[in-house]
């Protein structure tokens, strides 16, 4: 299985437009390879380098119940059924790159499931991921780098 994005190469710098304090508007991403097997995708945006800033790895994207099918996701959008979850902003949907002080790396984890969640979007992380446990067919991830204005 495979995630990119048309709009920065992995390990490459997330144009500013997707920051939070800039358009806050989501990437396009490009999913490639996902096991027949699957039902549905899960995609979780994180930036575990927030650990030092905040004392805790920082939610940026929670999204799940994606087709199986899908290859692309739009710019600024979310596939037709899919439920976002809440971050670390307090809302729910995408949340941009926002370092309080240096350089960080994001990654967005893309998980090939083995079903479909049955979640609500006040959901977090941690409810994300106890509903996926043992439900996980594949994973593959994305990472991008951002610094602060």
Do not use: C, R
């Amino acid at each position: 299985m495979k995630l990119e994005s048309p709009s920065f190469k992995n390990g490459e710098t997330i144009p500013k437009k997707y920051g939070y304090k800039n358009g806050n508007i989501s990437p396009p991403l490009i999913i490639n390879d996902v096991p027949e097997s699957t039902k549905s995708l899960a995609l979780i945006m994180d930036d575990p380098d927030a650990m030092g800033a905040v004392g805790k790895v920082w939610v940026h994207w929670l999204l799940w119940n994606i087709p199986k099918d899908i290859e692309k996701i739009d710019e600024n959008s979310i596939p037709e059924n899919s439920i976002e979850g809440k971050t670390d902003f307090g809302e729910i949907g995408y949340g941009g790159p926002a370092p309080p002080d240096k350089e960080h790396t994001y990654i967005f984890k893309l998980y090939a499931l083995d079903t479909t969640l049955n979640l609500n979007n006040k959901s977090t992380k941690v409810d994300l991921e106890n509903s996926m446990k043992d439900h996980i067919v594949a994973e593959t991830k994305l990472t991008g780098k951002y610094a602060p204005q």
